[in-house]
Every structure is written in C-alpha cells, then in structure tokens.
C-alpha cells in the first residue's frame, strides 16, 4: 500500500461519505423524490409522435427574449457608449445618467416597473416589455464596455487624426470605433450569457420563458426541488455551449486574448 | 497521514451518531422548543398586516388560539405562497395555517389534518374588456386572459373551469390585480372575499360577473408526513374548537363583517 493509494481510497471514502449525508438530507428531509417524472417536461411522445414539453418551449421563448434583447442591448451600448466621449456636454452626461441608473437599481425592479407603468402607456405586450427591460439594463454594461474600448485606444491616434484635420464625429466613425470594435466584440458576446440567465427573471411579469415553466409546472406536481435543479442545469448546460462556441469563434476571428 | 486517519475516524463518528439520534415527533419538539412554527403568507382576510406591521386574520387568529392551546409562544414564518410546501418539507417551519385548501395533489406530498374552514373561489372581471359576460361560459374562450396567484387553488380551478382561456401566473394577488385594472386580463380568479372586495374597491372599472363562488374547497392544516401523533392532536384541537363555537365566531368576524377594516388604513 503506498502513500498514494491510500489517499486514494480516503478520497473515495470521503466521496462515498459526502454521498451519504446528501442521501440522509435528501430522504429525512421528508420530501418524496420523483426523478422519473422529469423527461415528459421536455419531450413527450402522444401517439407515436413526438411533442414539445413545457420546458423545451420555455427555452425557446428564453432564446427568443435573448436574442431580441442582444440585438437591443448592442444599440444601446453603442449609442450611449460613443456619448460618453463626445464633447456635448448634455451627451455626456445622458450616457453618464443611464450608466448609473440602470446598473444601480435590482434588475426585477426595473421588470415590474417597466410593466405595471410604463407599458400600458404605450400598450406594450409582456413579451416586449420583458425584450425592453432586459435591454436596458445589459446595456448600461455594454455601455461601459463600448466606452473603455474607445478610451483604451491610443491618444496618438486621435492626435494623428485631428492633425489630418478631420472632424470629431469623422474621428470617432473612421478611426477610432473601428480599433475600438475588436476590442469590445468579445465582451459584448459575453452579454449574451449574462441576458440568458437574467431573463429568467421576467417570469415576474407572466411571460412563459423557462423559468416560468418551470414554476408553473412546480405548482402543478410540487417536485420542487427536481424540477429548480433540472432547470438550473438547463441553463448551465446551454451558457457552457455558448461560451465554448464563442471562444471558438473569437478565436477564428482573432479577437484577441480571451 | 497521522492527521487524516484522525480526520478519518472522527468523520465516521459523526456519521454514526448522525444515525443513532433518535428521531422524536414534531409535538415534543414544539412543546421543548416552546415555540410553534408557523408558515404563511399573506391573503386578504386570512392573513395580512395592520398599521403597525402586526400579523392579523382569520389564520392568524386560529394559528395564535392553537399555540395557546399547547401553552407554547407563536412564530409567524412569512413564505412565498409558491414555495410554502418545499418550506415545509425542509423543516422552515411546523405546520402550514394559511387558508391551504386540501388536495389530492397536495396530499401526495403533505398530509392534511380535517377540515376547519371551507372557502371557494370567485371571479372578478374588467367592465370594459368582460363586457357583458354574465357566466363562466364566456370566460371559457381563446383570447380570454385569466390572471391568477402562482401555486393556488385559483389556478387550478381556472383551468378547470376555462380551459380554452389563457392563464397568466403572478406571484401575488396585488399583481394579478393590477394586471386586471389595466385591461390585459379579463378576469382574476381568487378565493372569496377577495374578488368581491376589489368590485367594491375599484366599482368604476370591476364587477362579479357571478355573485357566489364556484368551487367548495375544504381548508386544513398541512404538516410534514410520517406524524400521525401531532396530525391527531392537530384533529382532536379542530374538533374541540368547533364544537366550542370559535372558528365560526372569528370566520364571521374575518369574512362578513368589515369591522377589521380600521386596523389595516
């Protein structure tokens, strides 16, 4: 028996353990496990044919809310990020105001807000308002990232601009956001697992994203601790896609270090 | 190497006396404790707070007049309604006295004592957008909105009784509420008084398209399974009180009177 295989055998034994005491937790707790249950929330075969589960059309609407709001949260960022450093005074502090506004307010806050208040003025749907307020929120973080990619570039560059007697706005669109783009594009991709868990959050205004399936299939059957952990792994499983599918590609399109 | 085999060895102790400790029922442990763990969450009249920010209802009532009983203090654990029987199970509280309407689905994961209150839902609709529907029949159409609490029996039989309707779930009734003032929903589905209460409040833009409830649904207290000692004193307690008067003194005090008003304004 040597010193490693001896602490092999501890590990095991710790494992084994560990184990155990989930185990007792799991089944003194009172709660009456039921895994088997799980898989008809995602696919369920009617007749021989094949059937969307509740959760599977809950990740679509979560892709859906995502998507638009990646799409959003990028116009935002940009806009408010370019304010940031022009010479406008009144840009300026617009760009300054939002940042703060919306990165130091809870998130579900602003959801609610956006849905009980401000969308029936318009008659905005649940859906978009949850679109909206995702967007608002992710893009005051795009905005800070668009704003440090355009600080991070060199001085010299706009001096060599301006020198060549071209305008701000000229100095900013031709020179400047071009370098400034590499530099951010793999950040602002990042957003998009950020928007991913965070629209779980839009279940408080009744929009039927995962999440929400989740709760309703919850109050339903209350397997509550199997269906949180199946969904919480859901959404694990598809941000580590992403994230692997985005290094790839950063990695083609040489963005730089990751 | 010393230290882990201690390490070892202390660690398989634990898990024997983790074994060992007897396991005693959840009476004893209230009366050692001298506290009775109650969770709930709010529902106007059952449970809401007064001006002060004090607990106050018909549950809260009951709840306090049972810890009385057993001579032990009352602790109220405010839960979210949609995860109050996880809460139970994992030992956040005793017992759940919240105004829980005993299901079939529910007994698979709690156990029920018998019945000490009934109650049964009735809807409230928008005038503008339920223009006219006098029965539940035209509620039960595609494009009908149905808003209603998360995790209640209101969704339940909501779907029961609109299955073509499309049913929206908030966490609380204030939402649902609002939900129906602003028009996106043409009904909200709650247990009674509720719904009649929000008519009355807002007469301008509500009204009860049926004037009584349309489900009867038994109430009990729900505690954790494998307890058959403290869910028979929780039964014998029920039978005692009803017989002496109080649960139908305190449910019309809560639910047909609207004295308590001046505590909660």
């Not at chain 1, 809950?58 to 806009?79: A, E, K, R």
């Not at chain 2, 059952?46 to 018909?58: E, I, N």
């Amino acid at each position: 028996m040597g010193r490693k295989s001896i602490e092999l055998i501890l590990f095991i034994v710790l494992i084994f353990l560990l184990a155990f005491f989930l185990y007792k937790g799991a089944t003194s707790s009172g709660y009456n496990w039921q895994w088997f249950r799980i898989d008809e929330f995602f696919l369920k075969f009617d007749k021989g044919k094949l059937i969307l589960g509740p959760f599977l059309k809950g990740l679509l609407i979560t892709f859906q809310i995502s998507f638009l709001s990646f799409i959003l949260t990028n116009v935002l960022g940009f806009t408010f990020g370019i304010f940031r450093v022009l010479n406008s005074f009144v840009a300026r502090l617009l760009g300054y105001l939002y940042v703060e506004i919306f990165r130091n307010t809870p998130l579900i806050i602003q959801i609610l807000f956006f849905y009980f208040v401000i969308a029936p003025v318009f008659n905005i749907s649940g859906f978009w308002s949850a679109v909206i307020a995702l967007s608002l929120f992710e893009g005051a973080y795009a905005c800070e990232i668009v704003r440090a990619g355009i600080e991070s570039i060199d001085k010299g560059q706009w001096e060599a601009s301006f020198s060549l007697g071209l305008s701000k706005g000229n100095t900013i669109s031709y020179i400047i956001l071009p370098q400034a783009i590499k530099k951010v594009m793999l950040p602002l991709t990042n957003i998009f697992v950020s928007l991913i868990k965070d629209s779980a959050l839009v279940s408080v205004i009744a929009v039927y994203d995962l999440t929400m399936e989740a709760q309703k299939a919850i109050s339903e059957t209350f397997m509550t601790f199997e269906i949180w952990l199946t969904v919480a792994f859901t959404y694990f499983l598809i941000n580590v896609i992403i994230l692997i599918m985005l290094r790839l590609f950063s990695y083609k399109m040489r963005w730089g270090d990751v | 190497m010393n230290f882990l085999k201690k390490f070892f060895l202390i660690l398989l102790l634990f898990s024997f006396a983790a074994n060992l400790s007897a396991s005693e029922g959840t009476l004893d442990k209230i009366l050692k404790r001298g506290v009775l763990k109650v969770g709930m969450s709010t529902f106007v009249p059952w449970a809401m707070y007064d001006k002060k920010g004090r607990l106050v209802g018909f549950e809260i009532d009951v709840a306090k007049r049972l810890a009385k009983d057993m001579g032990v203090k009352v602790q109220f654990v405010p839960t979210k309604w949609s995860g109050i029987i996880p809460a139970l199970l994992t030992g956040k509280f005793d017992i759940i006295i919240g105004g829980m309407s005993i299901t079939p689905q529910r007994a698979l994961k709690v156990n029920f004592s018998i019945p000490y209150d009934y109650s049964g839902m009735s809807i409230v609709a928008n005038k503008t957008k339920a223009k006219g529907f006098n029965s539940l029949k035209y509620f039960n159409k595609k494009g009908v909105i149905i808003a209603v609490r998360i995790g209640t029996t209101a969704e339940v039989a909501a779907k029961k009784y609109m299955p073509n309707a499309t049913i929206k779930l908030f966490d609380d009734e204030s939402q649902a509420i609002q939900e129906l003032l602003l028009g996106r929903a043409h009904a909200v589905v709650a247990s009674a008084p509720m719904p009649a209460f929000q008519a009355i409040k807002h007469s301008d833009r509500l009204f009860l398209p049926i004037k009584d409830t349309f489900t009867k649904e038994p109430i009990g207290f729900a505690i954790r399974k494998g307890d058959s000692d403290f869910l028979n004193f929780l039964n014998s307690w029920i039978t005692y009180v009803k017989a002496e008067g109080f649960l139908k003194e305190r449910k019309h005090y809560w639910f047909y009177t609207r004295d308590w008003e001046k505590l909660i304004k």
